[in-house]
Each structure stands twice: as structure tokens, then as C-alpha cells.
């Protein structure tokens, strides 16, 4: 008897000039760590974005650059949100993540604080309306506010209603929702690792969900057992968020150039965006916390290719 073979074909992202986007500035200290966790959105012609940069002082800021094409940037030369110097912002902002929701630009980050007993991770919330002013919103997530949360995602739209948001209480993604973005409940997870080694360890929400024909289209990091960041890709139902449609067994992006496997943190691909063009969607993500790079996907390959892999099928 011959062997079976999967017929499926293995689709990936197509890197954009194989080369990194932005690359930290050595000149200024508050970025010479690296530059990499990248919020982007993309309107009237305009590509705007926030990143995630790491200080000499080994504090986390968000840094803010714009582009007419999306792979061209000007950087500003100082940081546009700086830690509040709470306790809970202690250590630095880490990890943004953008919506535009009723002309408001809503920007999910982590606040990360670093004591000689505990590390303490937690899911903030950034209002503006012109990337100059910003109001911090604090979520309260009922049953688990002392647990260390973080890689918050929030729809694009209302569901119901209703915000809803994706995040991580290691190693699952669970699923809140809220009518005011203050209080959070509905605490469900919704993907767990899987026995697929690429993504065995841990996973995280990545870019903020995208509405497609076949439902919610989610792409979200996978760790290996030995630390490697991958981005894989799942469908959750339109009108029932929690529930998972379809999921691919292997990833769209695994690290496979210099820059994605030799950095400070080496091995790594962390996908935290994602803009819908004509015919592609094109990743923006941060590699070996270091630099930021981009990847380009068919639209119409990716979800024909998601319809294969049906979950519980």
C-alpha cells in the first residue's frame, strides 16, 4: 500500500525585500536595544505606526513613524508614549496593538513591572484621536486580575454590542468581552497549544482580528519547545467568537533569515499586525526583538487553504 500524501499545499508568507523594515537608531538611547512589536494602521493613504522600543536603560517605550507605501518609514526621534511610572508600568509598555473603532484609535499594550520577587504583566488600553494625546484606560478582568496577562488583541468592531478581546493567560488564548472596556468578563479560552511541535510550548493572540467570508481571521504566534516563535493561522465563527471553525497544523512564517534567527532574543517572529490589501494581507512583525520586517500572504490561498482544515474534522 502506497503512503498517503497530504495534498494540501503548504503555503507561507513572501518576505518583503527580505531585508528588515526598520532598524533601531543607534543614536538614540531610547531605542537602541531594538525596535520590534509593531501597531500599524492603514488610512486615507496614510500608514501610521506605533512600536514597541528598548532603551539603553532597558525600559520599553512606544516609538510612532509614518509611511505613504508601508515599507518606507520616517521615524519620530523621540518616544510618543512613555511609562506612566506606576507600579504597574514600573518597567516599561510592551507590545501594542491597534484598532480604529467609531473614530477612535484604541491601542491594547502591555505594562510590564520587574521587582527583585515577582514580574507582573497587565493588559492596558491607550484612547486617542490624533497619535499625539493619549488617555490610559486600565481593564479589570473579573477572576483573574492578579495573573499575569498580556498580548491583548481587541476586534475591530463591536460583536453584540460589545468590545471583545483576545489575550493570553499562558500557554492559552482566552476570549473577554465588555461594554465599556473597563470590565472585562466572559473569560473563555479559545486555542490551547497543540501537539504540532512548532506550537507545543505556548501561543498568543497576534493582530487584530480580520472579518473574512468564512469568519474571523486570526493570525497568532506559536512556541516550540525550544523557544521558537512562529506565526500560524485560525478562522473563529462571526457571531460566536469563542468558537474555532478552522486551524492550520503548520505555520505561515517560521524563522528562516539572519535577522529572524540571530538577535537578542534569537529565533523569533512576533506577527502584532496585519493590513488587508487588494490581493494580499501583509504582516508586520518584529524579529529577535530587534527589527521589524514584513510579509506578504494571498488572500484568497490563505482561506481556501484554512477551508481544508476544519477543527474537529
Known sequence: MKPKHNKTPRIHFTRIDGTPL??????????????????????????????????????????????????????????????????????????????NIDGRYLVTYTAFTLKIRYVRTRIRILETTDFHNFKRITPSFRNHWRKNDKDGVLFPKKIDGLYCMLHRLEPNIQFSSSRDLRRWSRHTTVLCPSNHRWESLKIGAGAPPIKTPIGWLIFYHGVSDTGKYSMGAAILCSHAPTKVLYRLPFPLLSPDTEYEEDGVVPNVVFGTSVIELVSDYCLYYG???????????????????????????
Open 287 to 313: 524579529a529577535c526583538d530587534r527589527v521589524i520586517a514584513a510579509a506578504l500572504i494571498n488572500k484568497s490561498t490563505l482561506l481556501k487553504t484554512l477551508l481544508q482544515h476544519p477543527v474537529g474534522k
Open 22 to 99: 526598520i532598524e533601531p537608531d543607534l543614536s538614540l538611547e531610547w531605542e537602541v536595544g531594538g525596535v520590534f512589536a509593531p501597531a500599524v494602521i492603514h488610512e486615507n493613504g496614510v500608514w501610521k505606526m506605533l512600536y514597541r522600543a528598548y532603551g539603553k536603560d532597558m525600559i520599553s517605550r512606544l516609538g510612532y513613524a509614518e509611511s505613504s507605501d508601508g515599507i518606507k518609514w520616517q521615524k519620530d526621534k523621540i518616544p510618543r508614549v512613555l511609562p506612566d511610572n506606576t507600579n504597574i508600568e514600573h518597567s516599561g509598555i510592551e507590545d501594542p496593538r491597534i484598532v
